[in-house]
């Protein structure tokens, strides 16, 4: 187990390293002169030679790569051309919002798929299965800047059981967390369905069975516990796409979070802040596949025993 | 009896959705300036006998913006899937034929491609290069070929100590005639299913780029872009999000019916377990 535990940790660090570096050549592969790009057509050379000095592009290149590591391990992510202030304070004051949305998403996208999921499951190849299956893939289909739109329209405007935007209103979060979730949880219903169905056929579910257990003990118990395994690993990786998705969500709902950040800094060229964000955001999916990684080997102790 | 027949007919449906989507792409080459200019007296103006569809928010016709979109559409995803088909597929079979170092290198470049949450990359390298249809298809490149590499990769090394390319290795059959002769044709077809859920991806990847401002730009006409400026009026022309919603929302589902329609009919694991 602790061998398992150090080669996860040297893996998380190894991909959070290149991706790291990755994100300071970032800067670099920008077309032309960066400088030039930030500032635009009618910047002095004056302001151009302070704005290379203040992001240190002046130095050598692997001057400016270790200065660039050193300061990341430092929490230091260098200063946004925007707001004027360091990149970490504004980060750390969005990427609650996002943990959150993400985080209720989740949460939206469970709720949604085990029943969906253990329904189908159950009355496989009848009608119950065609019509959460047909759900299911409807929710794989609807782009997440359309639903939100339409969402909007009919609960925040037709209804106004919701506010519209932003995240000062309680309950804002239910609009952005159903239109996150949805797309999760479609992806979840099938995943489980599928492993059901596998886990059913398996011996011990026969003698579950046989043994004269209520059908709730068989398909509850039995079935619903190792059907877990590939849906745990599923869910993990598709967190990234839900960090993914959360950019579009935030920009469709205006919801303050790192996303909409990127998304604005973007347009801003205001590429100190639009680094961090990547590189946060990726370190955070990485971590999360980390801890998915040592839930799965918690669950199956064949995992584990691999090592 | 009828039932069987109404299940074949239901699986038609979706071959007739990505028909009808080709058909509007292809259309979309006809559209004429019309299509582009500004009709300030048609400004959000409902459905007329020129317009089935009516007007967006600058008097251009919706359903001609449309047949431009799925132009966008249909070009982004076909380039996507060729391009990350033929790079990844490449790499995934050399790596997993030939083994050794360039295996090691070529896992771990898919390790820490795959580390990036998925739209994210494409976001960045949007970014980078700049809003455009041909920056589009290249982001969506760098994120696609992942997938195929690895798909092809655990195929290639399930295959290569078959029967049939030892004996082609015992009768010095050169190796790039094993892999596109002996290999390539028994991977095809999963292949195939990957690159029918890559059409669906890049069409949602495509259109998501643009409502966020980072791929096709207006003038040019993208189903993205048009839920992105119908956004903006959507109390008082919501058929602006509703018509390209739709539309993006139907091909999505076409394809991916489409992907588990073949997917179904390859998995020759799946059919004998259903009937024990």
Redesign the interface.
């Known amino acids: 187990m602790i061998a398992f535990l150090i080669r996860l940790l040297g ?1 998380v660090l190894f ?2 390293w ?2 790291g570096s ?1 994100v300071f050549f ?1 800067i670099h ?3 032309g002169d960066p400088v030039a790009v930030m500032l635009g057509d009618w910047a002095s050379p004056a302001d151009e030679a302070l704005l290379r000095t203040q992001l240190g592009l002046d130095a050598p290149i692997w001057q400016q790569y270790l200065s660039y590591l050193a300061g990341v391990l430092q929490g230091d992510l260098g200063q946004s051309l925007f707001y004027q202030q360091p990149v970490s304070d504004l980060v750390s004051e969005r990427f609650p919002y996002t943990l959150q949305l993400a985080l209720m998403a989740l949460m939206v996208a469970v709720l949604l798929a085990f029943p969906l999921g253990y329904w189908a499951a159950l009355y496989a190849g009848k009608w119950p299965d065609g019509v959460s299956m047909t759900v299911s ?2 929710g ?4 997440n ?2 639903l939100g ?2 969402l ?2 009919g609960f925040a ?1 037709g209804l106004s059981w919701f506010p519209v935007s932003g995240a000062t209103q309680p309950f804002s979060w239910v609009l952005p967390a159903i239109t996150l979730g949805t797309a999760l949880a479609a992806i979840l219903a099938r995943m489980l369905r599928a492993s059901l169905l596998e886990v059913l ?1 398996e011996d011990y579910i026969r003698t579950a069975q046989a043994k004269g257990l209520s059908p709730t003990q068989v398909y509850a118990k039995h079935a619903l516990r190792n059907a877990l395994l590939p849906v745990v690993t599923i869910l993990g990786l598709q ?7 959360a ?2 969500t935030e ?2 709902f205006d919801w303050p979070g790192l996303g909409q950040l ?2 604005d800094s ?2 801003r060229r205001d590429y100190p802040v ?1 680094q961090a964000c ?1 590189l946060i ?2 370190v955070a ?2 971590t999360v ?1 980390g801890l998915t990684e040592l839930v799965y080997a918690g669950l199956d102790p064949r995992i584990r025993a691999q090592t | 009896m009828t039932q069987l027949f109404s299940i074949r007919l239901l699986k038609k449906i979706p071959y007739l959705i990505v028909l009808v989507w080709a058909l509007m792409a292809f259309t979309g080459l006809f559209v004429g300036d019309e299509a582009l200019e500004v009709q300030l007296d048609k400004l959000l103006a409902t459905a007329d006998a020129q317009s089935w569809l009516g007007y967006d928010e600058l008097g251009r016709p919706i359903f001609d913006r449309l047949l431009m979109g799925a132009q966008t559409s249909f070009l982004v995803a076909i380039l996507v899937v060729i391009f990350s088909s033929l790079l990844g597929t490449s790499i995934g079979m050399m790596s997993g034929y030939y083994g050794g170092w360039l295996d090691r290198v070529v896992t771990k470049v898919i390790d820490v491609f795959l580390a990036f949450p998925g739209l994210l990359l494409a976001i960045a390298l949007a970014a980078i290069l700049g809003p455009g249809i041909e920056n589009v298809v290249f982001a969506l490149v760098m994120v696609g070929w992942v997938g195929y590499a690895r798909l092809a990769r655990a195929q290639t090394l399930s295959l290569r100590h078959r029967e049939h390319i030892l004996a082609a290795r015992a009768f010095a059959v050169p190796n790039y005639l094993i892999i596109f002769r002996h290999l390539l044709p028994l991977i095809l077809a999963p292949l195939g299913v990957e690159a029918t859920f890559g059409i669906a991806g890049a069409v949602i990847s495509e259109a998501g780029l643009s409502f966020l401002g980072l791929g096709v730009q207006p003038p040019d006409a993208s189903w993205g872009n048009m839920i992105r400026e119908g956004t903006r009026y959507l109390l008082v022309a919501p058929h602006l999000v509703w018509a390209p919603g739709i539309l993006l929302m139907l091909v999505v589902l076409g394809v991916n019916l489409l992907g588990d329609q073949w997917r179904d009919k390859l998995d020759v694991r799946a059919r004998p377990r259903k009937l024990n």
């Open positions: 893996s991909v959070s290149v991706v990755l970032f592969l920008v077309p893939l409807l794989v289909s609807i782009p800047f359309w739109p339409m909007i329209l405007i056929h967190l990234g796409t839900l960090l993914g998705g950019v579009i920009v469709v990127l998304v973007i347009q639009v990547i955001i990726s999916y990485i596949n």
